[in-house]
């Protein structure tokens, strides 16, 4: 009998199920996203008094010509920062102002008739606290943003937006998470009370950001497209080859036949390409015979010079045309504007 071979002895090692448990990064990141909405949750219940105080004080403070001014250190200025450019976009005046860079020279920001607004979590902050009796000394309006209500920069502070958290949404408690999150919100809030007690409207806003897509879609008007060179137009006589002619005139697609009897310009009704080629579906015998204005459209779809771009853009989707009609308020044939001047225009 042959001798066992020891492999055969061993015996195989019991497969373990995979886990099927979250790894752990993965719980603290779902549980910093709880923390962080909770934390930006419990903000509503405390725009109060105060809140109301703070709106009003600053749109009286930029109405007398004065600005709002943040300071902070650290992770406050940034948050400081981002609220400063969302005030300033949506028609608040507003600057930054490092707390550190303030007792150094830089306080010279601060104008008579601004109001500061101190971001802090501790509300103990050195710099800051330094830099409270100088504000004093000038009579300075303070505003605070504070985790502590009770304060140095809290208690010196006329009003006090409480943006205070149970905990961070860091494992150890220690990073601004939570504190920031929350900061962030109130910042954002403070900037849209503002903005609709201003009556900051969406044309405020597009005048504010002029270079951008939304500029764009706000403020851009068929005027701004019409190109004085591509007019073509009939006369309700014209003959066919003439309509020809005129509609492959700078590829629009189209021609205006105008009233050529008024000396107005007076739009009578549009050709297309589609409106030529069911001219030539008829009898070829009558060819000769067809004048503008046996082929024309009457009732055009046109619009004002005014109109805003993204409309018109908007109304050449909905009903797939290619080019609309521009005219005046009196009826008077201005021009064409083709969709793809639209869709060049980047208003999409």
Same mark, same amino acid.
């Given at each position: 009998?042959?001798?066992?071979?020891?492999?055969?002895?061993?015996?195989?090692?019991?497969?373990?199920?995979?886990?099927?448990?979250?790894?752990?990064?993965?719980?603290?990141?779902?549980?910093?996203?709880?923390?962080?909405?909770?934390?930006?949750?419990?903000?509503?219940?405390?725009?109060?008094?105060?809140?109301?105080?703070?709106?009003?004080?600053?749109?009286?403070?930029?109405?007398?010509?004065?600005?709002?001014?943040?300071?902070?250190?650290?992770?406050?200025?940034?948050?400081?920062?981002?609220?400063?450019?969302?005030?300033?976009?949506?028609?608040?005046?507003?600057?930054?102002?490092?707390?550190?860079?303030?007792?150094?020279?830089?306080?010279?920001?601060?104008?008579?008739?601004?109001?500061?607004?101190?971001?802090?979590?501790?509300?103990?902050?050195?710099?800051?606290?330094?830099?409270?009796?100088?504000?004093?000394?000038?009579?300075?309006? &303070?505003?605070?943003?504070?985790?502590?209500?009770? #304060? %140095?920069?809290?208690?010196?502070? !006329? =009003? *006090?937006?409480? +943006? /205070?958290?149970?905990?961070?949404?860091?494992?150890?408690?220690?990073?601004?998470?939570?504190?920031?999150?929350?900061?962030?919100?109130?910042?954002?809030?403070?900037?849209?009370?503002?903005?609709?007690?201003?009556?900051?409207?969406?044309?405020?806003?597009?005048?504010?950001?002029?270079?951008?897509?939304?500029?764009?879609?706000?403020?851009?008007?068929?005027?701004?497209? &019409?190109?004085?060179?591509?007019?073509?137009?009939? #006369? %309700?006589?014209?003959?066919?080859? !003439? =309509? *020809?002619?005129? +509609? /492959?005139?700078?590829?629009?697609?189209?021609?205006?036949?105008?009233?050529?009897?008024?000396?107005?310009?007076?739009?009578?009704?549009?050709?297309?390409?589609?409106?030529?080629?069911?001219?030539?579906?008829?009898?070829?015998?009558?060819?000769?015979?067809?004048?503008?204005?046996?082929?024309?459209?009457?009732?055009?779809?046109?619009?004002?010079?005014?109109?805003?771009?993204?409309?018109?853009?908007?109304?050449?989707?909905?009903?797939?045309?290619?080019?609309?009609?521009?005219?005046?308020?009196?009826?008077?044939?201005?021009?064409?504007?083709?969709?793809?001047?639209?869709?060049?225009?980047?208003?999409?």
């Amino acid at each position: 009998m042959a001798p066992l071979d020891p492999k055969d002895l061993q015996t195989s090692k019991p497969v373990m199920p995979a886990s099927t448990d979250p790894p752990e990064w993965l719980r603290v990141a779902r549980r910093t996203i709880r923390l962080e909405s909770n934390a930006v949750a419990a903000l509503e219940s405390r725009l109060d008094a105060g809140f109301e105080r703070a709106v009003r004080d600053i749109l009286a403070c930029t109405q007398r010509g004065g600005k709002l001014v943040f300071t902070g250190i650290g992770k406050s200025a940034d948050v400081a920062r981002k609220t400063v450019a969302t005030l300033n976009s949506t028609g608040t005046p507003a600057a930054f102002l490092h707390a550190a860079d303030a007792l150094h020279g830089d306080l010279g920001l601060v104008g008579k008739g601004d109001v500061v607004l101190a971001v802090s979590k501790s509300g103990a902050t050195a710099e800051l606290v330094g830099l409270l009796p100088m504000l004093g000394s000038r009579n300075l309006p &303070l505003m605070a943003m504070v985790g502590r209500v009770d #304060s %140095p920069v809290g208690r010196a502070a !006329s =009003v *006090v937006l409480d +943006v /205070s958290v149970e905990q961070e949404a860091c494992p150890h408690d220690l990073a601004p998470t939570s504190s920031s999150a929350a900061q962030l919100a109130m910042g954002d809030a403070l900037a849209m009370a503002l903005m609709e007690a201003r009556g900051f409207s969406s044309e405020d806003f597009a005048r504010h950001h002029p270079g951008g897509s939304l500029g764009r879609k706000l403020m851009l008007r068929l005027c701004d497209l &019409l190109d004085p060179a591509l007019k073509p137009s009939v #006369s %309700p006589e014209a003959d066919l080859r !003439s =309509v *020809v002619d005129a +509609v /492959s005139t700078g590829r629009l697609g189209a021609a205006a036949v105008l009233d050529g009897t008024s000396g107005t310009g007076m739009l009578l009704g549009i050709i297309t390409d589609g409106d030529v080629r069911r001219a030539l579906d008829r009898d070829p015998a009558s060819w000769s015979s067809l004048s503008a204005r046996d082929v024309m459209q009457s009732e055009p779809r046109c619009l004002r010079a005014e109109t805003r771009a993204i409309e018109a853009l908007e109304l050449l989707e909905s009903h797939r045309i290619s080019q609309v009609v521009v005219t005046d308020e009196d009826g008077v044939f201005i021009g064409f504007v083709h969709l793809h001047q639209l869709m060049d225009a980047g208003i999409r």
